[in-house]
């Protein structure tokens, strides 16, 4: 597969629990990483390998992934989290680095 | 602390070649289990892997690109290059050079650099 699919647009309440989702073929068999992009600002990595954090990355951001799905948990959203966020991984060939198409995330 | 800093022209004529360097500080280019790569992302829309390279000058290009793509290494000034040829509007974008991950099931970015505006226009 030469995809990643993510939904375009997703809120959240303040102090609430969200989770932001990527499908893809490939990542059956590869690890997903995920970016968050402030505007103006350089894409950070907040999780890789699946499911784990750089340092200075708050443990409020968790990753999993069930089968062509990974997801970036967010447990307790706070107002300086709203971005977009993009997940990241390979094609099925393995060669190539795929992007999702992003998801903007409100924090009402 | 790894850094990594892109430079170029930020305005380029249609039909010619667009040429940045991403010099990178805080570390050594020549680092077995990493690659260097280019990623960009047009205004107001997502981002787009461009390729890699490691130390040894092996690469991996998005095919999307075809061969316009040229992505070098110069370990003697700790740099990696990106040559993007025959640019036309649709190669406007903010253009990232970051440190790329990759082995085996595993693949990530991390640092990026800050990015830089390239335009193309006449």
């Known amino acids: 597969s030469s995809e990643l699919t993510q939904d375009p647009a997703v809120s959240v309440a303040l102090g609430q629990t969200v989770r932001i989702t990527c499908q893809g073929d490939s990542l059956r068999a590869y690890y997903a990483s995920w970016y968050q992009q402030k505007p103006g600002q350089a894409p950070l990595l907040v999780i890789y390998?699946?499911?784990n954090r750089p340092s200075g990355i708050p443990d409020r951001f968790s990753g999993a992934t069930s089968g062509s799905t990974a997801s970036l948990t967010i447990t307790g959203a706070q107002a300086e989290d709203e971005a977009d966020y993009y997940c990241?991984?390979?094609?099925?060939?393995?060669?190539?680095?795929?992007f999702g198409g992003g998801t903007k995330l409100t924090v009402l | 602390q790894l850094q990594l800093q892109e430079s170029g022209p930020g305005l380029v004529r249609p039909s010619e070649t667009l040429s940045l360097t991403c010099t990178v500080s805080g570390g050594s280019i020549r680092t077995s289990d990493y690659y260097w790569a280019w990623i960009r992302q047009p205004p107001g829309k997502g981002l787009e892997w461009i390729g890699s390279i490691n130390y040894s000058g092996n690469t991996y290009n998005n095919p999307s690109l075809k061969t316009r793509v040229t992505i070098a290494v110069d370990t003697s000034k700790n740099q990696f290059s990106l040559k993007l040829s025959s640019v036309t509007g649709a190669d406007t974008a903010v253009y990232f050079c970051?440190?790329?991950?990759?082995?085996?099931?595993?693949?990530?970015?991390?640092?990026w650099g800050q990015g830089t505006l390239v335009t193309v226009s006449s």
């Open positions: 390998g699946d499911n």
């Open positions: 970051a440190y790329h991950y990759r082995n085996y099931e595993n693949s990530w970015l991390d640092p």
């Open positions: 990241n991984s390979r094609d099925s060939s393995g060669n190539l680095l795929l």
